[in-house]
């Protein structure tokens, strides 16, 4: 406790608060608060345990607080300090917008599931080694996350994840055990839901059609024809085929009887052949004979 006390004045000091009396009693009290809350899986060390509640009571009362140097001190980024701070209102319950299922239901449009995300929260918490702060927004939106898959109600992941304020990895790592448990006490009971709604609606329909007289039309027997008269359709039917197809094939052959044979050309040597020996004429050679 006297570390913290130490802790608490030093970092008060930093950020200028070192003479508001309100804001460090007020920083105290949500440290020995937050103390008996447990925080799974979180990664606050004490400085910033100190840094964050001294930012609530500053904004409780409404003294002057610099945001930046905080963060500095803190040890975190801006975007794991915003998240630390608003887990932190979570658990001291300071935080008049916090997160329920009721609300998350409302944003992303699936109320029917708000009952099973409830039982699921409520089953998880008994079923769990450690102890769990249902209030904490991952939670919230895993039991939501999970009723909406067991039901078959598409929602937007993006959004869901978002709002539990954690990162994609330490969202599928809760996934993958809120999966399993879900899966074990809640797959099961739910198919026995929808079998006994599915037997109940074909007992009311059954008691329907008792109640109401309606006539049943009568039922038309498929005509079977008899063999004799299948097989001499099916013969006259193949002479008549075989008939056309020869009636078809004395056409073609009178055809290529008609058509003359088409003659190959013939080569006749020509007249005056440049491949001829010329003829000689009075001791001379003409390339070309010449008519005397």
Not at 24 to 38: I, V, W, Y
Not at 271 to 289: A, D, H, I, Q
Request: aromatic content about 6%; charged content about 30%; some cysteine.
């Amino acid at each position: 406790m006297a570390t913290n006390n130490k802790t608490l004045q030093l970092m008060a000091s930093k950020l200028g608060l070192g003479e508001e009396d309100k804001v460090l009693n007020k920083a105290a009290e949500f440290g020995r608060l937050l103390q008996a809350k447990s925080m799974a899986g979180s990664n606050l060390n004490e400085t910033s345990k100190v840094v964050i509640c001294l930012d609530l009571a500053a904004t409780l009362f409404q003294a002057e607080f610099d945001i930046k140097t905080a963060i500095k001190y803190s040890g975190l980024k801006s975007s794991a300090y915003n998240n630390s701070k608003k887990v932190v209102q979570n658990l001291l319950e300071l935080d008049s917008d916090r997160l329920t299922t009721s609300k998350l239901c409302g944003a992303l449009q699936c109320p029917g599931v708000q009952e099973l995300a409830d039982r699921i929260l409520v089953d998880y918490q008994k079923q769990a080694k450690m102890e769990v702060d249902l209030n904490l927004p991952q939670y919230v939106c895993m039991a939501v996350f999970q009723a909406c898959r067991v039901n078959k109600v598409k929602i937007s992941k993006s959004k869901i994840v978002e709002k539990s304020r954690l990162k994609p990895a330490q969202w599928a790592k809760l996934d993958a055990d809120w999966t399993k448990f879900t899966d074990l006490h809640f797959a099961t009971i739910d198919k026995k839901k929808k079998g006994r709604q599915a037997k109940t609606a074909v007992e009311n329909v059954d008691i329907e059609n008792m109640e109401i007289d309606v006539p049943i039309p009568e039922i038309i027997q498929e005509i079977i024809e008899p063999y004799e008269d299948w097989k001499k359709r099916m013969l006259e039917q193949a002479y008549k085929e075989l008939k056309e197809l020869e009636k078809a094939d004395s056409k073609n052959l009178t055809l290529r009887k008609n058509v003359t044979p088409r003659k190959s050309p013939r080569k006749s040597v020509q007249k005056y052949s440049p491949y001829k020996s010329p003829s000689k004429t009075n001791g001379v050679r003409l390339l070309f004979p010449i008519d005397l």
